[in-house]
């Protein structure tokens, strides 16, 4: 199978592509920079720009599916400016990436989408367990943000491509990520909840996202899924078992919401939201997580 990946280059991208080599696929990728274009065995990039909307059309001979993961990093102070760049980032990409299509007038031979989408979407709560079928509504940045994507990747289903959209959760890597910043502090025994140190974290281990999106397009999922891992936990839960793991000590107090937010600014929601986001749909369509556990997970990555 040949499939097309943008954000190949990113830290889900680069695992997925890994595994799909290996698995004997071809890639085609579609990178904004130029000097990441070069040729390898089974491997060719591609580029395009969704902010002057150039896009290299040979990208799509021969490709049966496409998985769809480009966006601006959310992680950076979210000024004016930075805030514009992660909507339009999603936004003009997606479109670019329908409307070429949509010119090539059937004359492709792609028939599944698996477009990344987050649990951002998702308002923050201690109360709630998130399913798919929850009705969003635009009451922060990340949720218009996120619905505005979503809405942007139905453009696949209407030009004819069966849509798997992957609400994705915390992704633990061995670089980089949410662990990446947490693990020098806790390597220290620094290591501290943020605030109440309660909300609930919908974390998922890379390689089970990368199982899911293979197995999205392999069993053909149409519609939107939960990309967690099946034992979300608290923050506090959280550091406690990165503490574990690494086999330090953890005894600080949770730091001061307010600290947070002097440090970082509104982007603070990231690590303050709580979000309790189930994996059951994923599950009864017969995905099995090979990382469901916090513990296990956190230590196949050190
Ligand atoms: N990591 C997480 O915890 C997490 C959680 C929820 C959702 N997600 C979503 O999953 C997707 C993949 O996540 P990731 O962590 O792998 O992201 P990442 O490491 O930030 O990589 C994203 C990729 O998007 C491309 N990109 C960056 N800025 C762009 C722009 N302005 N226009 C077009 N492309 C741009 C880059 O590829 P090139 O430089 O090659 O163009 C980059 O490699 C993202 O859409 C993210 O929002 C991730």
């Known amino acids: 199978m040949k499939v097309l990946i943008t954000g190949a280059t990113g830290l889900v991208g680069s695992t997925l592509v890994e595994k799909a080599l290996s ?3 071809e890639i085609h990728f579609l990178t904004t920079q130029k000097s990441k274009l070069a040729e390898k065995q089974k491997m060719k990039g591609f580029y395009w720009n969704p902010s002057t909307n150039e896009l290299d059309e040979a990208c799509f001979e021969g490709v049966d599916a496409i998985v769809h993961l480009a ?6 102070r979210w000024t004016k ?15 670019l990436l329908v409307d070429s299509i949509r010119r090539c007038n059937g004359k492709h031979q792609i028939k599944q989408v698996v477009a990344a989408s987050a649990i951002g979407i998702y308002p923050s709560s201690f109360e709630m367990i998130y ?15 996120v619905m505005d994507w979503e809405q942007e990747e139905d453009g696949f289903s209407a030009v004819g491509l069966q849509l798997t959209k992957l609400r994705i959760g915390l992704v633990l890597t061995k670089r980089g ?4 910043p947490m693990k020098i502090p806790t390597w220290f025994g620094l290591g501290a909840a943020f605030g109440s140190g309660n909300q609930m974290q919908s974390w998922i281990h890379v390689d089970d996202l990368v199982g899911m999106i293979l197995t999205a397009i392999d069993q053909n999922w149409e519609g939107v899924f939960n990309a967690v891992s099946p034992n979300p936990v608290s923050q506090k839960v959280f550091t406690k078992t ?3 793991a690494m086999e330090r000590i953890y005894f600080l107090p949770p730091i001061p919401k307010l600290f947070i937010r002097l440090a970082v600014g509104e982007m603070s929601t990231l690590v303050f939201n709580s979000q309790n986001v189930s ?23 050190l």
């Not at 966006?71 to 950076?76: H, L």
């Not at 760049?85 to 936004?91: H, V």
């Not at 990520?177 to 990446?180: F, P, S």
């Open 81 to 95: 400016k930075n805030k514009e760049s992660i909507s339009s980032s999603r936004i003009n990409g997606t479109r």
């Open 71 to 76: 966006g601006a990093s959310i992680s950076q």
């Open 23 to 25: 698995l004997g696929h």
């Open 242 to 244: 990165l503490a574990k």
């Open 131 to 145: 399913t798919e079928d929850y009705l969003p509504k635009r009451s922060s940045f990340l949720e218009e943000v």
């Open 177 to 180: 990520g949410v662990l990446g």
């Open 279 to 301: 994996a059951e749909k994923a599950q009864k369509e017969g995905f099995v997580f090979i990382h469901p556990e916090l513990l296990p997970a956190i230590k196949s990555l």
